[in-house]
């Protein structure tokens, strides 16, 4: 098993690590859509869920996967006023990986953060 940081600061303060691999599988924690280089938030949902998905595929590529081996996808909004605003940015992202998907309503940690994904990778 190897687990991936990204140094995000919630990482070591909820003790999580951004990704786990293990065997043919990566497991990627819900991803916020902080630019996690400047700890910055951008105040629209697109933005965020684009820094989400960026955050995402440098993982994924560290783990050595890509966004093709994407097979699930859990989608958090803090609220359905965003899903007319991410939903061009998923369609994007995804349009030719469509892995299984979830999207959940919920607040998140902080009030600034507008989306959170979590994704499951396999390799074949």
């Known amino acids: 098993m190897r687990r991936i940081a ?3 600061p919630f990482e070591a303060a909820f003790g999580y690590s951004r990704a786990i691999v293990k065997g ?7 991803t916020t859509g902080y630019d996690y280089a400047t700890m910055s938030m951008p105040p629209d949902a697109a933005a965020q869920a684009r820094n989400c998905f960026a955050t995402i ?4 590529e560290e783990a050595g996967f890509a966004m093709g081996d994407i097979v699930r996808v859990q989608y958090t909004l803090s609220d359905r006023a965003w899903i007319d605003e991410v939903a061009p940015v998923l369609a994007d992202v995804l349009a030719e990986v469509r892995p299984a998907a979830t999207m959940v ?3 998140l940690i902080r009030d600034e953060m507008l989306i959170e994904v979590e994704v499951t990778a396999m390799k074949e």
């Open 105 to 107: 309503i919920a607040r």
């Open 24 to 30: 043919n599988w990566c497991f990627v924690s819900g």
């Open 57 to 60: 595929a440098g993982v994924l």
């Open 6 to 8: 990204t140094g995000s």
